[in-house]
């Protein structure tokens, strides 16, 4: 059971926490929604995948947000209380450094948890989804790019003859004339607009009408038939190569990063394995680069915290490299800058430290 001051700790950290997720993930959705927006105005994106590539964005990135929005509401909440004369009042109450510490870790636990998951299973499921979506529009963006309104379109030999007379919004077809002569019977069809693409297993192309008529017979015979369709899909046979998607490592799914020896893949497993990791450091990380007497000035102190956080995912961005590169060896891996940033703040912070100062008086 907790007691009232754990509680009372806890609250303020969750109060800021939270209203920092909420601005960040505003910040960050506006910038999507813009970016998204683009795509769309210049035809590089369908409309209809603009809400799930927004909802899939945020799941991948949510991961890499969590870890500094820990490290502010901590921050930001341990210097109101100490602004507030409360840490002073609650280390002469007893409650010193080793409670805060319990108390954080207390919160940093779950907190590191939900970012494992994310980081760990929605994220390389969510980069798979999005690159298979931009795949899909890429590929039929090169598809209508190289058709032409008002032209006739000669395929499998002769055989096949499509005619296009508009394309709308350079994503769907409109006043198409198909005259397919493959079978025993020649097929005329006709439809006031329909859309064009590739077949993402065997290769093949795709067209499928909407709202149009065909007529079944051969020239000369009397012998017609003649129906209405609304959806009618012609399938033409494409050079057997399939679109593959390429390979990514945020793509891989973790499981198959695990016992792996590739450096470029133990990069991208301690990658996704750093989130989590760096909201405990943090969390050890914020305590001391807080003043707790309010009468001492904490510039320094605020100074050093944001030097430290910089520095923390700089150092993370050089120690994957170095990883990937072979520059250090796998045995070592790249999370050793986490202990390495918490240790120098802690060295720095020593002279000022209270056991020292206790331990100089003896």
Same mark, same amino acid.
């Given at each position: 059971m907790l007691k009232i001051i754990d509680r009372y700790l806890l609250r303020e950290v969750i109060i800021v926490f939270v209203a920092?997720?909420?601005?960040l993930l505003f910040i960050v959705t506006s910038m999507m929604v813009l970016r998204i927006l683009e795509e769309v105005n210049v035809g590089g994106l369908n409309v209809d995948f603009f809400l799930q590539l927004l909802r899939l964005q945020l799941i991948r990135d949510t991961s890499s947000l969590l870890p500094p929005a820990f490290f502010l509401a901590v921050l930001v909440s341990l210097n109101r209380l100490s602004r507030d004369s409360e840490l002073i009042a609650l280390n002469a109450c007893g409650v010193g450094m080793p409670r805060l510490y319990r108390i954080l870790l207390l919160l940093a636990v779950p907190i590191a948890l939900l970012t494992a998951w994310f980081s760990l299973k929605l994220q390389p499921e969510a980069a798979t989804t999005i690159q298979e979506i931009r795949l899909q529009q890429r590929e039929q963006a090169t598809q209508l790019a190289g058709l032409q309104a008002g032209r006739f379109y000669i395929e499998e030999h002769g055989q096949l003859i499509i005619y296009i007379g508009a394309i709308v919004q350079r994503r769907a077809l409109g006043n198409l004339f198909i005259l397919d002569r493959r079978g025993t019977r020649t097929q005329l069809v006709v439809s006031a607009g329909g859309t064009h693409h590739l077949d993402t297993v065997t290769g093949d192309h795709i067209v499928t009408l909407q709202q149009g008529y065909r007529f079944d017979g051969q020239a000369g015979d009397g012998a017609f038939l003649i129906g209405q369709f609304a959806t009618y899909q012609l399938r033409i046979r494409g050079n057997g190569t399939p679109p593959q998607l390429p390979s990514k490592r945020a793509t891989t799914p973790t499981m198959q990063l695990l016992n792996t020896t590739n450096p470029a893949q133990r990069a991208e497993l301690e990658h996704r394995l750093a989130a989590p990791l760096a909201i405990v450091m943090l969390a050890i990380l914020a305590v001391p680069l807080v003043e707790i007497s309010p009468r001492h000035s904490t510039t320094w102190r605020l100074g050093l915290a944001l030097l430290?956080? !910089?520095? !923390? !995912? @700089?150092?993370?961005?050089?120690?994957? @490299?170095?990883?990937? /590169?072979? /520059? /250090?060896?796998l045995w070592l891996g790249s999370l050793w800058y986490q202990l390495a940033i918490v240790g120098a703040v802690y060295f720095i912070l020593m002279p000022d430290s209270l056991w020292l100062k206790r331990l100089r008086q003896r």
């Open positions: 920092i997720i909420v601005i430290a956080y !910089f520095s !923390f !995912f @700089n150092l993370q961005r050089l120690a994957e @490299n170095w990883l990937e /590169t072979g /520059t /250090t060896p």
